[in-house]
């Protein structure tokens, strides 16, 4: 069975510090990759996603980036965080190719920024 | 673009209760639908599906029927408890690797 794994669970940081959040997925191959940001009291943004290795394809600007070095990790980066960037991350992954409906999602990352 | 629309709540209500939850939707196409579920601190998890017009998904006692004529998904719940409250997102496919689009997300609250 596909399990996906986020960390950390959570994490405060200072404002302009950096940031790195990193996803796995394990017992598929070659997934959709996605990041969502929610922000207390909304709903879900989608902020990336990815359809393979190196492919990134952004939603919103910002001063967020994201990566995938390999199949099944999807990482969420940083050079500076703003106070705004406060939130609750999401990872989530969907079946590649002509399935690309249901999407799992992640336990979640919990980012402070003070 | 497709477009999702529920009421954000919060929804309260007294334990053994009828649950409706109204989401509507805009989309070309014919898009799958899904509703999410959101216990505090943790990630969404799928809680049901339906993929076709007319058809009903179903789980834990929750149900929700894809209806084209109206554009609706509405999920029900014969008889809530209090382990059901959570966010509730309704969201619909787009068919593409951009996944899907989701709801702003129902806050229900059951009291015993």
């Known amino acids: 069975s596909q399990t996906i794994h986020q960390w950390p669970a959570t994490l405060v940081q200072p404002v302009g510090s950096p940031l790195s959040l990193e996803c796995t997925v394990e017992g598929t191959s070659n997934p959709n990759l996605y990041w969502y940001r929610q922000a207390a009291g909304r709903g879900l943004q989608l902020l990336f996603y990815?359809?393979?290795?190196?492919?990134i394809s952004s939603e919103v600007p910002q001063n967020l980036s994201a990566s995938r070095p390999q199949d099944r990790q999807f990482i969420l980066s940083s050079k500076k965080l703003l106070l705004s960037d406060s939130g609750f991350y999401l990872c989530a992954w969907s079946a590649g190719g002509a399935s690309t409906d249901t999407q799992y999602f992640g336990p979640g990352t919990r980012l402070t920024v003070l | 673009g497709n477009s999702v629309t529920q009421m954000e709540g919060p929804v309260t209500l007294s334990e053994e209760a009828f649950l409706t939850i109204n989401c509507t939707y805009t989309a070309t196409g014919y898009p799958s639908l899904f509703w999410y579920v959101q216990y505090p601190g943790e990630g969404l998890q799928l809680l049901l599906k339906?993929?076709?017009?007319?058809d009903k998904g179903s789980n834990k006692g929750f149900e929700a029927t894809y209806r084209k004529e109206t554009t609706s998904f509405h999920l029900e719940k014969g008889s809530v408890q209090v382990s059901d409250s959570a966010v509730y997102f309704c969201?619909?496919?787009?068919?593409?690797?951009?996944?899907?689009?989701f709801g702003k997300g129902t806050h229900l609250i059951i009291q015993p």
């Open positions: 990815s359809v393979g290795i190196g492919q």
């Open positions: 339906a993929t076709k017009a007319d």
């Open positions: 969201a619909s496919s787009g068919g593409g690797a951009d996944g899907l689009t």
